[in-house]
Structure formats: structure tokens, C-alpha cells
């Protein structure tokens, strides 16, 4: 496996790169001259994208050595899979509170926030009590979901209510942060095998190593961005509603209200247009089964010894791989929609966890079989998800967006602490010499799940056959989907 590892991301990273070259040469910049061209905007893009960046790196440095730094203290994998749950769940916990936290604290004072309760939970790995790394998976838990809002909510903000930038201009940020994001998992990899297998300086390495990274995106917030808010004046960051009174009382339930509208206006969209529902089933499905995906690939590699550092690039290179194919696919000489890329993905995904059932069998196991599944799904990952951000965009109200999108999330974490639950009972039911098994039912529990996300998808297109909000601009009228 070391071997073979080593070959995997050579190959990969050569493939990305192949793949970069021919998707610049067949589509047009995505960024328009005029964005380009300004120096403010230019400017703020670049105040903005230090601060995102650094909060990325930190988070993917965490990636690759979590579960073995958890066997390193000698846990059991019944007891890890309850960490891991409890990292879920607190994110179906703070999630609705993460969206409410800007409103009351400021948008600038609650990354802030993240900085400080990320930081805390890397601290955390230096304990080997259960109990103290319970409340380290719940700062994760916080963080994840402040991570996944607040910045970008501090960036669409100022770029659209202060800065009166076309919205327009608003894709070629992230655009150019998802290609840094994609680029900074490959180095995280790299970096935290450097750290806890070259150096020898152990699994908890890379937790280490992230929290100066941590302290440097604050700073950053701190400054560059306080300096962004002050040339405004000092009226601050805090979405509030003025009610003419100096209670901050009323302006905090004034921020619920609001949150609370956009829990029920989302909840009525999702069930109003069966188009939304069913693309929130889609999305639930796959996305849970990533979140398993990510308790048990280290369990079925690491027995056979890969540097688990290079794995973790060669899946986040895998991923970058599929993004590239995506543009390719849908670029104007192959012309591909979005529906069909995503049907294809989620295709490859009920594949690989197919062969995953029978790589992991008990006492003969395949591993070079399961890394190669695992390939495979990150693949199909990198298809998954501009696909269905692009069908997202196209089916849910710009308005309804944040709180349909929340309801998305609670049953996607809710079948994902499930399955770790089902996990869980398993191993701890069950002699060393079966806990095989558990991972090979979970595995097939997970294709049944991706099949039911592929039955979800072709009633998607089905329903929208004619629907010309589900194409591409380019492509509209050439045709039935399906």
C-alpha cells in the first residue's frame, strides 16, 4: 500500500494538471473584465480570501490523522464512532444557531468566534479523557457550521449592502476560493504526513500545526477586515433591526424573528415544490453516506499500512479531478447538463460502495480493491457537487435559500449519526474477530441508501422534463433531459 499510494497521487496531481490545462483552453474565464479590471474590488476579494483561506488550511490539516490520533490513545472503534457522533450531532445542534449567531454578535465578531473555538478544539486532541474529547468534537461541531456560513455571509454582505457591487461579481470569488480549496486539501495531506510520519512527531501533529494557523486567520479578521469595516464608519457589523431603543434585548429578539421567518419559509418551499423536495432527498442521502465515508476509510486502510497522510491527498485530488471533469462536461464543446452529471455521479457512487462490500469481506480483505472504491467516490464527489449547487440555484428562491438549505442538512446529519449509531452497536456487540463485518454492512447499507438517492434523482428529471430552469443557459430548448 505505500507503494501504491505513493504512485496514486503522482498520477492524480498529473491528471488534475492535464485536466486544468484542457478546461482553460475549452471555457472562458468565468470572471467578467470589469471585475477583473477594478482595483476595489480586486482589493476586497483579496482581503476577504486571506482570512477564508487560512480558516480552510486549519480545517484541512484536521482531516487525515483524526481517527488514528483516537486509536492512538487506544480507543475502541465502537467508542470512536460515538465521538464521531457526537461531532455530527452537535452540528445538527448549531447548525440553526450558526445562521442566528451573526445577526446578534456581528458577522466579523462571530469568525472570530470560530477562530477561538476551533483553536479550543485542536487543544482538545492533547487529552487522551474521553470526556474532554467529547467537548472537543462539539467545538468541531460549532465551528464546522460557523465555518460553512459566517464567512461567506460577512463577504456576500459587504460586497452587495456596502460596497454596491454587481452580484454578478459575486461566483468569481468563490470560484477562485474553491479552486484554493481544492489545492489546499492536496497540501494538507502532504503536510500533516510530513509532520506525524516523516518528522515522527505523531498523529496529533497536525492538530497542533492548526492552531497557529487558526491565530493567524483572527489576525487577519481583526485587521484587514476591521480596517475594511471602519472605512464605513462606525456603525459595525451587526445585522440588526433599529427599534429605537437601547435595550439590546429587542434587537436580539428582533434577529430571532428573522431567523425563525426564514426557518418557516424554507420548510413551506420544501414542501410546496416537489422539485426541492426532491432534490433535499438526493442530498441527504449522498452527503450522510460521505459523512460514514469519512469515519471508515482510515479503519480499512490503515491495518495495511499506507502513509494515511498521502491517501488523504490522493482523495482530495480524486475530488479535484471530478470538479475538472465537471467543467469539462459542461463546457460548450461537450455541452453535458447538470442533471446527467449528477445522475452519472451518484451512479459511480452506488458503484464503489458496491465494490467496498465485497473489498472489505471479513479475513479477506482487498485493500488496494477498497482504496481504489475509495477513488472512485471521491471522483464522483467532485462531479456531485457543482451539480447540485447548480440545480439549487436553478429550483430554490434566492431568498429562501439559507433556510430551505438548513432543512436540508438536519435529516443529512440525522442518517449519518444513524448509521455511525448501527456502527456503534455493532462493534460493541460483537467479538474483535467479526468487527469486519460492521464495516461491510455499513458499506452495504450505504449503497442501499445511494440507490434510493439515484431513484430520487431520475424522479427529479423525470418531473422536470420540460423544465427549462434545470439546463444549462447555452443548451435550453435543444431537448429532453431524459
Not at 20 to 36: D, K
Not at 238 to 266: E, I, M, Y
Not at 293 to 308: A, Q
Not at 362 to 389: D, I, T
Request: net charge positive; charged share 15%.
Amino acid at each position: 500500500m505505500l507503494v501504491t499510494a505513493y504512485l496514486a497521487i503522482i498520477f492524480l496531481l498529473a491528471l488534475c494538471v492535464g485536466l486544468e490545462l484542457t478546461a482553460r483552453r475549452l471555457t472562458p474565464p468565468q470572471s467578467t473584465p470589469t471585475a477583473v479590471a477594478n482595483p476595489v474590488f480586486r482589493r476586497f476579494q483579496s482581503i476577504f480570501l486571506r482570512a477564508y483561506l487560512l480558516a480552510l488550511w486549519a480545517d484541512w490539516l484536521q482531516g487525515p490523522y483524526l481517527y488514528k490520533l483516537y486509536r492512538h490513545y487506544s480507543f475502541l472503534e465502537s467508542q470512536i464512532a460515538i465521538l464521531y457522533v457526537c461531532g455530527l450531532a452537535s452540528c445538527v445542534l448549531f447548525a440553526p444557531i450558526s445562521g442566528w449567531l451573526p445577526q446578534v454578535l456581528g458577522r466579523r465578531q462571530t469568525c472570530l468566534l470560530f477562530c477561538l473555538s476551533y483553536s479550543a478544539c485542536c487543544l482538545t486532541k492533547l487529552s487522551r479523557d474521553y470526556f474532554v474529547l467529547i467537548v472537543g468534537r462539539v467545538l468541531g461541531g460549532l465551528s464546522t457550521s460557523l465555518l460553512t456560513t459566517t464567512f461567506e455571509a460577512w463577504y456576500v454582505h459587504r460586497h452587495v449592502d456596502i460596497h454596491d457591487f454587481p452580484k454578478e461579481w459575486i461566483p468569481s470569488t468563490f470560484t477562485k476560493a474553491a479552486t484554493w480549496n481544492h489545492g489546499l486539501a492536496v497540501g494538507a495531506g502532504l503536510v500533516a504526513n510530513l509532520l506525524a510520519e516523516w518528522l515522527h512527531l505523531g498523529p496529533v501533529a497536525p492538530f497542533l500545526l492548526a492552531v497557529p494557523c487558526l491565530a493567524c486567520c483572527a489576525w487577519v479578521v481583526l485587521t484587514d477586515w476591521g480596517k475594511e469595516e471602519a472605512e464605513e464608519g462606525p456603525a459595525g457589523d451587526k445585522q440588526t433591526l433599529h427599534l429605537g431603543t437601547p435595550n439590546g434585548g429587542v434587537t436580539r429578539l428582533s434577529a430571532w424573528a428573522r431567523f425563525s421567518r426564514s426557518c418557516h419559509d424554507g420548510l413551506r418551499c420544501l414542501l410546496s415544490d416537489r422539485r426541492v423536495l426532491l432534490l433535499g432527498g438526493v442530498q441527504a442521502l449522498f452527503e450522510s453516506v460521505l459523512y460514514i465515508f469519512v469515519f471508515l476509510w482510515t479503519p480499512v486502510l490503515d491495518p495495511h499500512g499506507p502513509p494515511l497522510g498521502i491517501v488523504f491527498s490522493c482523495l482530495m485530488a480524486a475530488s479535484m479531478a471530478g470538479s475538472l471533469l465537471y467543467r469539462l462536461a459542461t463546457s460548450t464543446r461537450y455541452r453535458l447538463q447538470p442533471g446527467h452529471v449528477l445522475c452519472l455521479a451518484v451512479l459511480m457512487a452506488f458503484f464503489s460502495l458496491f465494490m467496498l462490500t465485497f473489498s472489505t469481506a471479513p479475513g479477506q480483505p482487498r485493500p488496494h480493491e477498497s482504496f481504489l472504491a475509495f477513488l472512485l467516490l471521491e471522483l464522483a464527489c467532485g462531479l456531485y457537487f457543482p451539480a447540485v449547487s447548480f440545480l439549487q440555484g436553478r429550483v430554490i428562491p434566492e431568498e429562501k435559500r439559507a433556510g430551505v438549505l438548513a432543512w436540508f442538512r438536519l435529516p443529512l446529519h440525522l442518517l449519518a449519526c444513524l448509521g455511525l449509531l448501527a456502527l456503534h452497536g455493532e462493534m460493541s456487540g460483537t467479538g474483535g474477530g467479526e468487527a469486519g463485518s460492521g464495516t461491510r454492512h455499513m458499506f452495504g447499507g450505504c449503497a442501499v441508501m445511494m440507490l434510493a438517492a439515484l431513484m430520487a434523482v431520475v424522479s427529479l428529471f423525470t418531473l422536470g422534463r420540460n423544465d427549462t430552469d434545470l439546463r444549462l443557459e447555452g443548451t435550453r430548448g435543444e431537448g429532453e433531459m431524459f
